[in-house]
């Protein structure tokens, strides 16, 4: 089994900064492709941003140029950069993982809330 636990959520101001951390814990698996996605109230879950093994990357349109997604193999960890942060960036993120121990399998975290203020 594997588990996925996210941190760094919190209150913010809009147009400052946190950081997300994921961080998979379990015995001989390896992480394929990792992302975030969040889920704003009263709205569907959507992609934030994915890196895969080696390290190719996709943001969303609306966190271009503000997010930085990046991955420690080594450790198993995940982090998620957020700049100039706005309101509308306000939800519940979860980390998001495709592991491989016998089969491949995708994984959530519990999620982490961010608020933002104006």
């Known amino acids: 089994q594997v588990q996925l636990v996210e941190s760094g959520g919190g209150l913010v101001q809009a147009g400052e900064s946190l950081k997300l951390s994921c961080a998979a814990s379990g015995s001989r698996f390896r992480i394929n492709s990792m992302g975030w996605y969040r889920q704003p109230p009263g709205k569907q879950r959507e992609l934030v941003a994915s890196?895969?093994?080696?390290?190719?990357?996709n943001y969303a349109d609306s966190v271009k140029g503000r997010f930085t997604i990046s991955r420690d193999n080594a450790k198993n960890t995940m982090f998620l950069q957020m700049n100039s942060l706005k309101p509308e960036d306000t939800a519940v993120y979860y980390c998001?993982?495709?592991?491989?121990?016998?089969?491949?399998?995708?994984?959530w975290g519990q999620g982490t809330q961010v608020t933002v203020s104006s």
């Open positions: 890196i895969n093994r080696s390290s190719r990357i």
């Open positions: 998001n993982a495709e592991v491989m121990v016998i089969d491949t399998r995708v994984y």
